[in-house]
């Protein structure tokens, strides 16, 4: 296993549309073994494959990591696709490992249903709400080229950017557990 180099915002590996992966094998498994370990390594509760520059449809999750919160389990999946999501939303913060510093709020659907491939190519679907169906939503987001950032209203999106764009002193490591995606 090996921690890779993330890709920030505005890199422009963030904005394609990730290919399907055809084949679950070796090379996939260590894809998903590394950036789970990219994903702890930056203190993240979630990671896509484009975030590390590859070009493929692959997520992890582990979006509590709290033992006094009730720890969930890291998930990784393959091609993962929404199947369902509730008509009732919630708002809450969200940041992302590619915009380190960068929070806002996001409303989303309050729960999901997810099918994918595991790490044996065999079909999961994982049904779940709250903060997992909110990190779930995000990362296949970033498979198809969209950043937590598109849904604010413009004003807000460019005083943020502007922000993080102008701070140089912004560093790769985050300090605290940041709760990025
Ligand atoms: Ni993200």
Redesign the pocket.
């Given at each position: 296993m090996a921690v890779r180099a993330l890709v920030y915002y505005p890199d422009d590996r963030l904005r394609k549309v990730g290919r399907k992966v055809q084949r679950v094998d070796d090379e996939v498994r260590r894809l998903l073994s590394d950036m789970a370990e990219t994903m702890y390594a930056f203190r993240?509760i979630?990671?896509?494959a484009p975030?590390v520059g590859v070009n493929r449809r692959v997520i992890v999750v582990h979006a509590v990591q709290d033992e006094e919160r009730g720890s969930s389990s890291l998930i990784g999946m393959v091609n993962p696709e929404i199947i369902e999501k509730s008509p009732e939303q919630e708002m809450a913060e969200?940041?992302?490992?590619?915009?380190p510093g960068v929070h806002a709020d996001v409303l989303r659907s309050q729960r999901v249903v997810v099918e994918g491939l595991d790490a044996d190519g065999n079909r999961v679907r994982i049904e779940t709400d709250g903060l997992e169906a909110r990190v779930f939503l995000?990362?296949i987001?970033?498979l198809n080229g969209v950043?937590?950032i598109d849904y604010l209203d413009s004003l807000t999106r460019d005083v943020l950017l502007k922000k993080y764009l102008e701070d140089t002193s912004r560093q790769v490591e985050s300090k605290a557990p940041d709760q990025?995606?």
């Open positions: 993240g979630g990671l896509a975030q969200e940041g992302c490992m590619s915009i995000h990362e987001d970033h950043l937590f990025e995606a």
